[in-house]
């Protein structure tokens, strides 16, 4: 996966993969590091929460709000 210049995982590399059709554009790790470094404590941990379990993870990607976003980000597709 490709880092912005200062190391860090870049959220629009991670995008840029999803819309070329890439089903793991990040490691878990660099998943883990994006969300840290971006959220507060709480935030991450509610994050990595649903994250974890699969059925929350489902319902997550079939909620409005993300229905929205795959909209805006990849024109409806949504493979999640």
């Keep these: 996966m490709s880092n912005s210049t200062d190391g860090k995982i870049n959220i629009n590399d991670i995008i840029k993969k999803l819309k070329q059709g890439e089903k793991t554009p990040a490691s878990e790790n660099e998943v883990n590091e994006f969300i840290n470094r971006n959220l507060s404590e709480n935030q991450a941990n509610t994050?990595?929460?649903?994250?974890?379990?699969?059925?929350?993870?489902?319902?997550?990607?079939?909620?409005d709000a993300a229905k929205e976003l795959f909209q805006k980000f990849f024109g409806g597709k949504n493979d999640g």
């Design 47 to 63: 994050v990595k929460n649903v994250l974890s379990d699969k059925e929350k993870t489902k319902e997550l990607l079939n909620s």
